[in-house]
């Protein structure tokens, strides 16, 4: 069985679909499975064993008519069986309804309940993850969704490691700190005084490198789940999610509380 799922947003909405695309994979095992994504966040998919092929799509831009024919004409020619969307767009639901493929389930909404086959209602009040895997209930699969598993490639944890040693740090430890997304809206961003703060913590400690700050844009930040989740490298043993909700390797940091 052939499986599309639509997925705007950045890639943290991509790691909050994992757990659905888990689930989907669960149910059906033989499933190849493939994405429409924004095309900053296809990267997200380098971690993921579940996915055959990522198509990139830009939904937040006014696209072409010659944009809208050639996604139309990627999903015909896959011959998709079950297509999942979390689109609410008029164009793109007409655009499935084109496609020719037979199960088209997504949220509630006009547009979506006169060119699908099956639609759920979407619980706006809960966690978004849960209301991405709410789309599954449409495909008749029930029951709580499973921890998302990530595999990172062998030469990605190569480079980190060799990073780590040419900065003499590897048999010490380290803190990684993401501070949000550098675009966060006036009040809802952590404070820059109470950052200063725990760095300076970090630094007074003699046995630790200082912390490593990471800026990010909003469309490239990456929420944890509220659930454990685990990870996994390729040819390694799996990795527990850390308190700050970042998979930590080797000697745990020291828990960074808001």
Same mark, same amino acid.
């Given at each position: 069985?052939?499986?599309?799922?639509?997925?705007?947003?950045?890639?943290?909405?991509?790691?909050?679909?994992?757990?659905? @695309?888990?689930?989907?994979?669960?149910?059906?095992? %033989?499933? *190849?499975?493939?994405?429409?994504? *924004?095309?900053?966040?296809?990267?997200?998919?380098?971690?993921?064993?579940?996915?055959?092929?990522?198509?990139?799509?830009?939904?937040?831009?006014? /696209?072409?008519?010659?944009?809208?024919?050639?996604?139309?004409?990627?999903?015909?020619?896959? *011959?998709?069986?079950?297509? @999942?969307?979390?689109?609410?767009?008029?164009?793109?639901?007409?655009?499935?309804?084109?496609?020719?493929?037979?199960?088209?389930?997504?949220? /509630?909404?006009?547009?979506?309940?006169?060119? @699908?086959?099956?639609?759920?209602?979407? #619980? !706006?009040?809960?966690?978004?993850?849960?209301?991405?895997?709410?789309?599954?209930?449409?495909?008749?699969?029930?029951?709580?969704?499973?921890?998302?598993?990530?595999?990172?490639? %062998?030469?990605?944890?190569?480079?980190?490691?060799?990073? @780590? #040693?040419?900065?003499?740090?590897?048999? %010490?430890?380290?803190?990684?700190?993401?501070?949000?997304?550098?675009?966060?809206?006036?009040?809802?961003?952590?404070?820059?005084?109470?950052?200063?703060?725990?760095?300076?913590?970090?630094?007074?400690?003699?046995? &630790?490198?200082?912390?490593?700050?990471?800026? +990010? !844009?909003?469309?490239? =930040?990456?929420?944890? /789940?509220?659930?454990?989740?685990? +990870?996994?490298? *390729?040819?390694? +043993?799996? &990795?527990? =999610?850390?308190?700050?909700?970042?998979?930590?390797?080797? =000697?745990?940091?020291?828990?960074?509380?808001?």
């Amino acid at each position: 069985m052939r499986v599309l799922a639509l997925v705007p947003g950045g890639v943290s909405e991509q790691l909050l679909f994992f757990p659905t @695309l888990e689930h989907l994979k669960q149910a059906f095992p %033989q499933a *190849e499975i493939s994405v429409v994504v *924004e095309p900053a966040a296809k990267a997200a998919y380098r971690v993921s064993t579940l996915v055959k092929e990522v198509f990139p799509y830009d939904f937040q831009q006014r /696209n072409s008519p010659s944009d809208w024919a050639n996604l139309l004409g990627t999903i015909r020619d896959r *011959e998709f069986e079950v297509v @999942l969307t979390t689109t609410q767009s008029g164009s793109l639901s007409l655009l499935l309804w084109l496609s020719g493929v037979p199960t088209r389930v997504g949220y /509630n909404s006009s547009a979506n309940s006169l060119f @699908l086959t099956a639609t759920v209602p979407q #619980k !706006t009040a809960q966690y978004q993850g849960l209301q991405y895997h709410d789309l599954l209930t449409g495909l008749q699969i029930s029951g709580p969704g499973p921890s998302a598993t990530i595999n990172v490639p %062998q030469k990605d944890i190569d480079w980190v490691n060799s990073q @780590l #040693k040419r900065q003499g740090i590897d048999d %010490q430890g380290y803190v990684l700190i993401y501070g949000g997304p550098t675009d966060e809206p006036s009040g809802q961003s952590y404070p820059a005084e109470s950052w200063v703060a725990i760095v300076q913590d970090f630094q007074a400690r003699p046995a &630790r490198s200082a912390p490593s700050v990471t800026p +990010a !844009t909003r469309d490239h =930040r990456a929420r944890p /789940n509220p659930e454990p989740a685990t +990870a996994q490298s *390729e040819g390694g +043993a799996p &990795r527990q =999610r850390g308190p700050s909700g970042r998979f930590d390797r080797g =000697r745990k940091p020291d828990a960074v509380h808001r």
